[in-house]
């Protein structure tokens, strides 16, 4: 990691993250990781690399086996003692966008969690509104979720997110199942939500479509943080074994390079 990282607010500060199931299944081992205030973070490794483990542990979905968590300078054990204050700065998009909906509409599920904050009527509306016109779904505001595009499912959790004040996300394999129009639409959302300054942490294991967008590239293999830096240089530096494809060998090399 750059030494320039300890000069920086940290999001988040893991240290010795371990996470055993029963069985004996060792999902996480040992893992060292700062998350950076305001930057977008790929954190890429092949499926069953640990990263989903990794988002549920980080979002106090999961509790480890041990190792120590602090976010934004408090162990985020006593952080989710006020789960309420925690939910309204770090959101979650998961992979399966659909699985989020609470709503019968559009609308009705951007106002989930707003409506738990104890919020005035008139501001969840303000808030439901902007987080739609943000993501572009306000004329759908009215139809049901399933009827949602791929693309636009994740628009909408990502809009629930944004309803909740939240100026950090994590989003999980965020290009899964998607068609070409989807995987746009959700480069547009990760794009805008970077120039606005938001902390971004994107685990997956499809580099060539958001390498461009990151500021900081981890590999996540075994459990194991097996590299951490400039994409460039992690690239550079990746082995066979990690499972992750380097996209700058693909024909489209000129579309994903991070200039």
């Given at each position: 990691?750059?030494?320039?990282?300890?000069?920086?607010?940290l999001?988040?500060?893991?240290?010795g993250l371990r996470?055993?199931f029963?069985?004996?299944?060792i999902?996480?081992?040992?893992?060292d990781?700062d998350?950076?205030?305001?930057?977008c973070?790929?954190?890429?490794?092949?499926?069953?690399?640990?990263?989903?483990?990794?988002m549920?542990?980080?979002?106090?979905?999961?509790?480890?086996?041990?190792?120590?968590?602090?976010?934004?300078?408090?162990?985020l054990?006593?952080?989710?003692?006020?789960?309420i204050?925690f939910?309204?700065?770090?959101?979650?998009?998961f992979q399966?966008?659909?699985?989020?909906?609470v709503?019968?509409?559009?609308?009705?599920?951007?106002?989930?969690?707003?409506?738990?904050?104890?919020?005035?009527?008139?501001?969840?509306?303000?808030r439901?509104?902007?987080?739609?016109?943000?993501?572009?779904?306000?004329?759908k505001?009215?139809?049901?979720?399933r009827?949602?595009?791929?693309g636009?499912?994740r628009?909408?959790?990502?809009?629930?997110?944004?309803?909740?004040?939240?100026r950090?996300?994590?989003?999980?394999?965020?290009?899964a199942?998607?068609?070409?129009p989807?995987?746009?639409?959700?480069?547009?959302?990760?794009n805008?939500?970077k120039?606005?300054?938001?902390?971004?942490?994107i685990?997956t294991?499809?580099?060539?479509?958001?390498?461009?967008?990151a500021?900081r590239?981890?590999?996540?293999?075994?459990?194991?943080i097996q590299?951490?830096?400039k994409?460039?240089?992690?690239?550079?530096?990746l082995?066979?074994?990690?499972?992750?494809?380097?996209?700058?060998?693909?024909?489209n090399?000129?579309t994903?390079?991070?200039e």
């Open positions: 990691m750059d030494d320039s990282v300890s000069e920086k607010n999001l988040f500060e893991v240290r996470k055993e029963p069985g004996g299944l999902v996480l081992d040992g893992v990781l998350i950076i205030e305001g930057e973070l790929l954190v890429a490794g092949s499926n069953g690399s640990g990263k989903t483990v990794l549920r542990i980080l979002a106090g979905l999961l509790e480890p086996s041990s190792g120590t968590i602090r976010f934004r300078s408090e162990t054990e006593k952080v989710l003692k006020n789960n204050v939910r309204q700065q770090l959101g979650l998009v399966d966008a659909e699985a989020q909906f709503g019968e509409t559009v609308a009705e599920d951007a106002a989930f969690g707003p409506s738990n904050l104890g919020l005035s009527k008139t501001e969840i509306e303000e439901v509104t902007f987080a739609l016109e943000k993501m572009g779904l306000q004329e505001r009215n139809l049901s979720p009827r949602l595009s791929g636009e499912k628009r909408l959790a990502t809009a629930g997110v944004l309803a909740m004040g939240c950090a996300i994590i989003m999980d394999e965020p290009f199942n998607l068609d070409y989807g995987v746009v639409q959700v480069l547009e959302i990760i805008n939500l120039q606005e300054g938001t902390s971004l942490v685990l294991h499809e580099l060539e479509k958001v390498l461009a967008l500021d590239l981890v590999i996540l293999h075994r459990g194991r590299e951490d830096g994409p460039e240089d992690v690239l550079n530096r082995q066979p074994e990690y499972g992750v494809r380097d996209p700058r060998l693909s024909w090399t000129q994903f390079t991070n």
